[in-house]
């Protein structure tokens, strides 16, 4: 049966896979989390491209792969393009900050939109917030993907560190917080809290539009076998 790849720096990418197979459960995946180049987030663009086409090369080598999916927000913004023009006989797709139905929600106040610094650096993320600049406020969050990844097993013992990096932006009227890295989606509760303010990410809209491409050319795997993942941390 052919499979469906998604590439991350970490754990950040499953939040992804978990709402992708909500709504594809019967397609069998291949789960990369890229360890020994964590975090993409502070990586340059350059690198980042390089090392997910070899990625893609690597698991197209070795296995029937249908579409591949960045469920990265960071080599998203840096390379999705290039990976189509590299790649052009297969699907590929990432995921991108919910800015557009965070501000369609919004009656008043500001979207806080947490990204990593080198999305925020990125041609595609600012065409993307340039539609609503002035309805936006703009979050680097320089090492909190790594702390997410590095504390997965007991988040709750983070929450004064994400208190302490996210209150600089406290008083500035935040009605809503999207979450513009994968990782970000698995402490989304802390950052909802904190804020008392509604959180957004991109994985719902990811997983639509997978669904839409596989029916589009009948790659839609319809047994009810149930859904199989195999997960990779290294190059063989």
Not at 119 to 138: E, G, H, S, V
């Amino acid at each position: 049966m052919a499979k469906i790849l998604l590439i991350d720096s970490g754990i950040g990418g499953i939040s992804t896979l978990c709402q992708i197979r909500t709504i594809l459960p019967n397609e069998e995946f291949i789960y990369f989390a890229d360890k020994r180049f964590m975090p993409y987030g502070n990586k340059t663009s350059k690198q980042i491209k390089q090392r997910v086409t070899e990625i893609c090369c690597y698991f197209l080598s070795k296995h029937n792969i249908k579409a591949i999916v960045i469920a990265c927000n960071t080599a998203t913004a840096c390379g999705i393009e290039y990976l189509r023009e590299h790649f052009k006989n297969i699907i590929i797709i990432g995921v991108e900050p919910a800015i557009k139905p965070a501000i369609k929600e919004l009656s008043n106040g500001k979207a806080l939109v947490l990204v990593t610094p080198n999305t925020a650096l990125q041609p595609k993320f600012k065409q993307l917030n340039n539609q609503f600049f002035d309805k936006t406020i703009i979050a680097p969050m320089k090492n909190l993907a790594a702390l997410i990844e590095n504390n997965i097993n007991d988040l709750k013992q983070i929450y004064p560190k994400v208190q302490n990096i996210l209150t600089q932006y406290l008083g500035q009227n935040i009605k809503s917080v999207v979450l513009g890295c994968t990782h970000y989606c698995f402490i989304k509760d802390m950052i909802s809290k904190f804020f008392n303010a509604k959180t957004y990410d991109g994985n719902i809209g990811t997983a639509l539009r997978l669904d839409n491409l596989l029916k589009d050319i009948n790659l839609i795997n319809n047994s009810n076998g149930g859904s199989g993942i195999a997960f990779f941390q290294s190059l063989c």
